[in-house]
């Protein structure tokens, strides 16, 4: 997240809460489960109002917006998210990237009640050696178990769609880069430029702010050099945390191409995959001469 909540909260009298971290778990990957964590401890703390999510790729794009006054006149409902986009439309297939959670309503404090035990279940040592994003747990499939499981949850939801959305991608309040948009470097410098229109529309100074030096190609190499490793070698696209790892270590100089190759190679998933490879790309005379020299 850019300077933007923060300067939104100040102006409308809000808390404003941003976590760096990781709350349980090991990988990179796993700060994405924060907000399971984080919506629990105030439940337990017996907060009972509205409480807005926002991933750290998304960014205010009007700081005008009253989102108090717009909350206040939805009481009835547990939960606000933006459906994620995929077809067939179900009731419960919400983005988990923002989203606003009413824990005054009975409903909404037992979905967090009920996320936060799917979130515990995993043993800690389990979820820590988990090596590909998802494998152990995914955020928002148990979030969308969770909506699953509570008896009448589809009448405490309001989906946030039709013309004029408030949360994700083209919103009047609060818009998400996702992943599928663009490639990082080209997401962060959306999303950059975007922070500083809606300042610049707010009034608010932006001279100050720091501005990010984008080695466009280099990045974009970078990304194209990380996606092609994981479809070519594990015939899949990166997990969000592997990619991130990937692409910031190849732009600080930690780690080249030649390293990264032979981390995947080297790796039980592309062992596990080296036999299909062998089939597709090797003739019967060719894997039997394998077979052989392998003896």
């Known amino acids: 997240m850019g300077p933007e909540p923060k300067a939104y909260c100040?102006?409308?009298g809000h808390a404003y809460e941003c976590f760096y971290g990781i709350k349980r778990g090991a990988q990179p990957w796993h700060a994405s489960l924060n907000r399971i964590p984080i919506l629990k401890s105030y439940v337990e703390s017996g907060y009972d109002g509205w409480?807005?999510?926002?991933?750290a790729d998304a960014y205010i794009a009007d700081l005008s917006f009253d989102i108090g006054a717009y909350l206040a006149e939805r009481n009835e409902y547990a939960l606000i998210a933006a459906p994620s986009g995929l077809t067939p439309p179900r009731w419960w297939d919400i983005n988990a990237g923002v989203f606003a959670i009413n824990l005054g309503h009975a409903k909404g404090r037992e979905l967090v009640d009920l996320w936060f035990e799917k979130f515990m279940a995993p043993p800690l040592d389990v979820l820590s050696a988990e090596q590909v994003w998802g494998d152990v747990i995914d955020d928002q499939a148990i979030l969308h178990d969770s909506l699953n499981a509570i008896d009448?949850?589809?009448?405490?939801?309001?989906?946030?769609?039709?013309a004029h959305p408030v949360f994700n991608w083209d919103s009047r309040f609060?818009?998400?880069?996702?992943r599928d948009a663009a490639p990082m470097w080209l997401r962060i410098k959306r999303i950059e430029?975007?922070?500083n229109q809606s300042l610049a529309a707010a009034g608010l100074d932006t001279s100050a702010l720091p501005r990010r030096e984008h080695h466009?190609?280099?990045?974009?190499?970078?990304?194209e050099f990380v996606e092609a490793v994981y479809q070519v070698m594990f015939g899949r696209n990166?997990?969000?945390g592997g990619r991130v790892s990937s692409l910031a270590a190849l732009r600080?100089?930690?780690r080249t191409y030649r390293d990264d190759l032979r981390s995947c190679m080297e790796s039980p998933e592309f062992k596990d995959r080296l036999p299909v490879l062998l089939k597709r790309i090797l003739t019967d005379e060719e894997r039997q001469a394998l077979a052989a020299a392998l003896v």
């Open 51 to 55: 409480i807005i999510y926002v991933d």
């Open 193 to 195: 430029e975007a922070v």
């Open 152 to 162: 009448g949850f589809e009448a405490a939801l309001l989906r946030d769609e039709g």
């Open 216 to 223: 466009g190609e280099r990045e974009e190499a970078n990304e």
């Open 10 to 12: 100040e102006k409308f």
């Open 252 to 254: 600080n100089g930690d």
């Open 238 to 240: 990166p997990d969000p």
């Open 174 to 178: 609060i818009r998400q880069v996702v």
